[in-house]
């Protein structure tokens, strides 16, 4: 039996790719990409959906026949710090829909993304362990966290199959930054090649973990495709690849773009990365499921400034 995907979030960074990594993998007759409004062309079959209406979600899980759904619809953290209510209500009264339709049996397997967000300054910064304080300072983080604990609650109490990693700082060609505070590290690549030079509002030496997103998309579906006995953790898994700092991200993009330049000018979201880790042990995941990276610093800047060379015709 063909899996029958659905992926609510569609048209954000993650989803983006997503979308079109599953379609090459099942085909399109097989995913539906669903969101708000359509912004990108489609790969595959697009359903205009509001996540926050239940009865829209479950008509279109049973139209579709739907067993996998990919919940990515969120907002992330340095929006949410500025419309909270707004970001808690569609950060979980989504997560909830889908909960739900999952103790109902209308879904079978569920993959929900958390965060380092999750993690705050109680919590160990460097090779921040699987198992730790999580006391995150941002309406975002709250909801990550409240999150893990209800996904494993439905599944400890009702057996709902859900999935899902804290990633860290994700960095992509194919979509603009989505309002998170890690995202400088994909709009330096852009104004490094549009402009020469990069206002960053986070400072020199602020060191977060990162993961280029080819990395984070297969991660995923290894994650949700991956036997049931191996899923042990149902929060959230911790997920690393590289840290870095901003100083040493413009020192890696120099040596492809030598004039470029960068200036410092650390905003709210500073006190947001003060919060996070600087590294991330995830030894949990490689043990469990067999995750291992697959793209190092070096590599992901020289795969992002070939591709942006390409989209701007460079």
Not at 57 to 77: P, W
Not at 138 to 146: C, L, M, R, W
Not at 204 to 228: K, N
Not at 238 to 262: M, V
Request: proline share 6%; glycine share 6%.
């Amino acid at each position: 039996m063909d899996t029958k995907v659905l992926i609510i979030g569609s048209q954000g960074q993650i989803g983006t790719e997503l979308t079109a990594y599953l379609t090459a993998r099942y085909g399109a007759a097989n995913v539906i990409e669903s969101d708000i409004q359509q912004k990108n062309p489609s790969p595959c079959r697009f359903a205009t959906l509001d996540a926050t209406d239940r009865n829209a979600v479950y008509e279109l899980v049973k139209k579709e026949n739907i067993d996998t759904v990919y919940l990515l619809a969120a907002m992330l953290s340095a929006t949410g710090e500025k419309f909270p209510d707004k970001a808690w209500a569609l950060n979980m009264g989504t997560l909830f829909i889908c909960l739900d339709l999952a103790k109902e049996k209308h879904i079978k397997k569920l993959y929900w993304p958390s965060s380092i967000a999750v993690f705050g300054p109680t919590t160990p910064r460097v090779q921040t362990p699987q198992f730790t304080v999580c006391e995150p300072a941002t309406v975002y983080g709250i909801s990550k966290q409240a999150g893990e604990r209800w996904c494993e609650w439905y599944h400890h109490k009702f057996g709902v199959d859900v999935r899902s990693i804290r990633y860290p700082g994700l960095i992509s060609y194919t979509a603009p930054p989505g309002g998170g505070t890690t995202d400088y590290a994909v709009d330096i690549f852009h104004k490094a090649l549009q402009q020469g030079s990069y206002e960053c509002f986070l400072g020199p030496q602020t060191e977060l973990p990162m993961m280029y997103m080819p990395d984070a998309i297969r991660a995923t579906v290894e994650l949700t495709e991956a036997e049931a006995d191996k899923v042990k953790i149902r929060s959230g898994y911790n997920l690393a690849a590289f840290s870095f700092t901003p100083e040493q991200l413009a020192a890696e993009i120099r040596r492809h773009i030598p004039t470029f330049e960068i200036q410092y000018k650390p905003d709210f979201r500073q006190q947001i990365a003060d919060n996070w880790p600087a590294s991330i042990d995830d030894t949990v995941a490689r043990e469990h499921w067999g995750w291992k990276p697959e793209y190092s610093l070096p590599q992901m800047c020289s795969d992002m400034i070939l591709h942006l060379q390409e989209q701007y015709a460079l």
